[in-house]
């Protein structure tokens, strides 16, 4: 039965939709905001070069990745509701104004406004995870938890083609700016009134619902103060010291490489080299993502079916992230011996590139957990704000490759550059990877358990 517990979870969705379209639509907006003349010519723009694009595109990433650790940290110890439907709410409003900003302050405001935007959203996937664990009912946590981080995908699907139309009609890439950000001003509104930290505070659940939820959480909840200051000793030194953690580290980062720049450099691509106008270019460059939405699904099935039938979870894992960075890889290398007007078999490449990609949520992305459940926040905390890092090198680095936007040679060595970043991240992984609890998931206990094995062996020898 449809409870509170799935409007939470659906509010949940469209704000990962929204919050991915605004970072979306930036992609599909720089290139007629670079130059008009890609979409309507009679929109003002700034004549910016590539490495100025790729600096505008990389800015949200600076305020995403200061803020992400401490997000985690306010959701706990205040209010996950309130975090993020504030912090939306003010990423809507940046997002509105951002066409202002570019008119009177140019390429310095634009900058500022977008590292606004990421300060401001970092916080969606730690009060994501923060809401689950109040919300979800353990027997319905996949499912919930799915639905509500399918909005990234989703959000880029649906982002591309509608910025694309936008940037292409009569009120141009302006009003990319204006759509998303109101929705985005809409959605925290409705959040902060229809949204909840816990069953507990929700002004309109049903009694049967909210026992139903609170009896489910008990067991998990229920710990005892022992329990409680274990987890709150986190074993620093040995996360950083562990080797499956570094391959963890090095494989997420390669992952942010490759699919950051296919991500914001697919629109420049499709409009400099195969002449796209920007309207079509948008709807194209949706289509990897389309792919690769449907293909998770797919891939995450097979995983589930694969461990019932006996395989071992680092197996899986391994699995799943070579399909989704070797795959990859050998498409972005095939990029170069496409013909000058090869343009369908250029997109065929994309879409398997992209689409392909989708196994790295069996893979890498999921690996935090099975190392250490109890330390897999702050695990993927770490390497996300790593990876986010590599981010941002990755878009300036194409920036500083790619001087000249209609020039093959040069986008395929952004495309070569990613195939061996995807390549050698994967190998790492499938190298030093496991699938197993660290023993440090439970410090304590393995201090006092070889303690004890001491006291044993003593008493053995006297």
């Known amino acids: 039965t449809l409870g509170i517990r799935h409007l939470q979870v659906t509010l949940l969705f469209l704000g990962t939709t929204i919050g991915y379209s605004v970072r979306v639509g930036m992609s599909v907006a720089v290139v007629p905001m670079a130059n008009a003349s890609t979409a309507n010519p009679d929109i003002e723009d700034y004549g910016w070069t590539k490495q100025q694009k790729d600096l505008v595109l990389s800015s949200f990433t600076w305020g995403y990745v200061v803020t992400m650790v401490p997000s985690g940290y306010i959701a706990d110890v205040w209010s996950a509701q309130k975090l993020l439907g504030i912090g939306l709410l003010l990423c809507g409003i940046l997002q509105v104004l951002t066409p202002t900003f570019a008119h009177y302050g140019g390429l310095e405001a634009v900058l500022a406004c977008r590292i606004g935007m990421g300060l401001t959203q970092a916080c969606l996937y730690p009060c994501i995870q923060t809401f ?15 639905l509500a981080n399918a909005g990234s995908q989703f959000g880029t699907v649906i982002a591309m083609p509608i910025a694309g139309l936008l940037a292409a009609s009569s009120s141009g890439w302006p009003s990319i700016f204006y759509l998303f950000g ?9 959040f902060l009134y229809f949204g909840a930290d816990a069953p507990s505070s929700h002004h309109s659940i049903s009694l049967e619902e909210r026992m139903y939820i609170e009896e489910s959480l008990r067991t998990i909840e229920a710990k005892s103060d022992d329990e409680v200051k274990q987890k709150l000793k986190i074993p620093w030194k040995q996360i950083f010291t562990s080797i499956p953690m570094w391959a963890i580290i090095i494989t997420h980062s390669a992952q942010n490489w490759g ?6 450099e697919i629109p420049s691509y499709m409009t400099s080299v195969l002449n796209f106008k920007i309207g079509a270019s948008g709807v194209i ?13 797919v891939i995450s099935f097979l995983s589930d079916f694969a461990l019932t039938k006996g395989a071992s979870r680092g197996t899986i894992r391994k699995i799943s992230n070579t399909v989704a960075q070797w795959c990859p890889a050998i498409a972005l290398a095939c990029m170069s011996v496409v013909p000058a007007d090869g343009y369908i078999w250029a997109i065929a490449i994309l879409v398997l590139a992209v689409g392909l990609n989708a196994g790295v949520f069996c ?9 250490s459940p109890n330390f897999a926040g702050t695990m993927m905390s770490i390497t996300n704000c790593i990876a986010n890092v590599i981010s941002i090198i990755a878009l ?15 986008w395929n060595i952004v495309f070569y550059i990613s195939a061996a970043i995807f390549f050698l991240g994967n190998l790492v992984f499938v190298i030093f990877g496991k699938g197993e609890v660290q023993w440090w998931n439970e410090p304590e206990a ?16 006297t």
């Open 132 to 146: 689950l664990s109040k919300w979800a009912p353990p027997a319905e946590r996949a499912r919930l938890g799915t």
């Open 182 to 190: 109101v929705l985005m001003i809409i959605w925290s509104i409705a």
């Open 259 to 264: 699919s950051t720049t296919l991500l914001t």
């Open 285 to 297: 460059s949706a289509l990897p993502y389309l792919t690769q939405w449907v293909l998770c699904l």
């Open 363 to 371: 893979g890498v992305l999921i690996n935090h957990i099975d190392l």
């Open 396 to 410: 300036l680095t194409c920036g500083v490759i790619i001087t000249d936007e209609s020039s093959v040679y040069q």
């Open 446 to 461: 393995q201090q006092s358990r070889q303690k004890q094995r001491g006291n044993e062996e003593n008493k053995t020898h």
